[in-house]
């Protein structure tokens, strides 16, 4: 008995606003079905956030229902969970999964919390928020006894757990029940293979970087999924590479120093098949940064699809030298601002402070008025997010009835 385990593919997800970056979902997901298909597994298990949105675009929708479909087409069934990015937070709201039962999904739900697969018990929930989660541990204590009954047990969870998440996490690893063979994990982007009880608790991580602050694990472990083996009595898992489809270079340059790094760096992108994300550093600036922002886009603007540059000028730390200083004096605008680095917008930013601001002299209905703002000038600057000329996606793009055939 041999099956895939993967998670946090988020199709449909749009990193920076760049629609190359949308296809780069897609691409490494299809690249995922076709080894799930050469290793011959036995079954799937998706363990939430299968798109980025609880409304995702018809491309994300297609480009899962081929998967699928040719999953189904080599004899292999796909058991799912939604995960946190799959649902919307409101009653009676169902994910985008449902749409697929027909085409053979297992979607296992609140309603329907378990299957069997031969002899193997596979059982789950989807994401709960921590405000729910006296529920979850009912549940978890329910599918506990349910898999007592059986010799191979499966649990799959898309939730965060304290020994892994560090913070805002739902669980406690001592709220997990200890019975079962292996545990499925969704949430968390990194790769985490650990022992707990007599099995195995596994995140597989995210397919793509989702965030540049997966850079470090990704250079570790890469992306992919891993392959289960349950002959033994312990399950045995084997980590599965994926090649995403672009680099991310992430550089720190001394400013005195700017002018042969930027050399360097053009040598090691000028032959890249698809155009690399750039994240920059650049410290001990003397200076106007501008200067120094239209050297950098002059010289590698045209080989990267994008520059991320940060500034640290002379005399000063940057942000991640003062969280690594003991000494320092972080406060809690600090951390929001470092929390949201990946968003790389200013005017996220802002609004993270502004409430801070408010919601710390408790002016909720200032706050709410910021927001309802904030959002409205937001979706006005998206409305056309699903508008893209549609040659972009000549890729993807069929017909239903083409793909089912």
Same mark, same amino acid.
């Given at each position: ?44 298990? #998706?363990?939430? *956030? ?11 929708? &297609?480009?899962? =229902? ?38 053979? &999904? ?7 919390? /378990?299957?069997? =697969? ?23 204590? *329910? ?49 985490? /293979? ?24 990704? /250079?570790? #472990? ?24 672009? =680099? ?8 005195d120093d700017l002018e042969s790094d930027i050399a360097g760096i053009k040598e ?33 603007? *045209? ?14 730390? @940057? ?6 200083d003991e000494n320092a004096n972080i406060g809690p605008k600090e951390l929001i ?7 790389? @917008? ?10 801070? *601001? ?31 000329? =549609? ?15």
């Amino acid at each position: 008995m041999k099956f895939a385990h993967l998670a946090d593919t988020h199709l449909g997800y749009r990193q920076f606003g760049l629609i190359e970056r949308e296809k780069d979902f897609y691409e490494v997901f299809e690249k995922i079905i076709d080894k799930i298909i050469e290793e011959k597994v036995d079954f799937v298990i #998706h363990s939430g *956030d299968l798109f980025e949105t609880a409304r995702p675009s018809p491309n994300a929708l &297609l480009v899962f =229902q081929k998967g699928l479909l040719r999953l189904k087409g080599a004899g292999i069934p796909m058991y799912a969970i939604a995960g946190n990015h799959d649902m919307v937070m409101r009653s009676g709201a169902i994910p985008p999964h449902v749409i697929f039962k027909r085409l053979g &999904l297992k979607v296992i739900s609140p309603i329907n919390t /378990n299957y069997t =697969q031969g002899d193997v018990f596979i059982a789950g929930l989807p994401h709960y928020p921590s405000s729910q989660v006296k529920v979850l541990k009912s549940k978890l204590a *329910d599918l506990s006894k349910m898999a007592a009954k059986y010799d191979k047990s499966i649990l799959v969870l898309h939730q965060g757990i304290d020994k892994y998440f560090g913070y805002n996490y739902e669980l406690e690893i001592g709220d997990i029940p200890d019975n079962f063979d292996y545990y499925a994990l969704g949430h968390i982007h990194n790769y985490i /293979n650990d022992n707990f009880g007599e099995g195995k608790l596994v995140y597989p991580g995210s397919s793509e970087i989702w965030k540049t602050s997966e850079l470090k694990d990704y /250079n570790e #472990h890469g992306k992919g999924f891993v392959l289960v083996d349950f002959d033994g009595p312990k399950p045995y898992v084997k980590r599965v590479k994926i090649d995403i489809s672009r =680099q991310f270079i992430k550089r720190s340059i001394k400013y005195d120093d700017l002018e042969s790094d930027i050399a360097g760096i053009k040598e090691l992108i000028e032959d890249a098949d698809k155009k690399p994300i750039l994240d920059l550093e650049i410290k001990d600036v003397d200076s106007d940064t501008k200067v120094v922002y239209d050297i950098i886009k002059e010289e590698l603007g *045209d080989l990267a699809l994008m520059i991320r540059p940060k500034f640290t000028m002379a005399g000063e730390k @940057s942000i991640d030298e003062l969280f690594a200083d003991e000494n320092a004096n972080i406060g809690p605008k600090e951390l929001i601002i470092k929390q949201l680095e990946d968003y790389n @917008s200013d005017e996220v930013n802002q609004l993270a402070l502004d409430l801070y *601001d408010y919601l710390s002299k408790d002016k909720i209905d200032e706050s709410m008025d910021l927001i309802e703002q904030f959002y409205s000038e937001f979706y006005d600057k998206t409305k056309n997010y699903e508008s893209a000329p =549609q040659d972009e996606f000549e890729d993807v793009e069929e017909t239903a009835d083409e793909v089912l055939k």
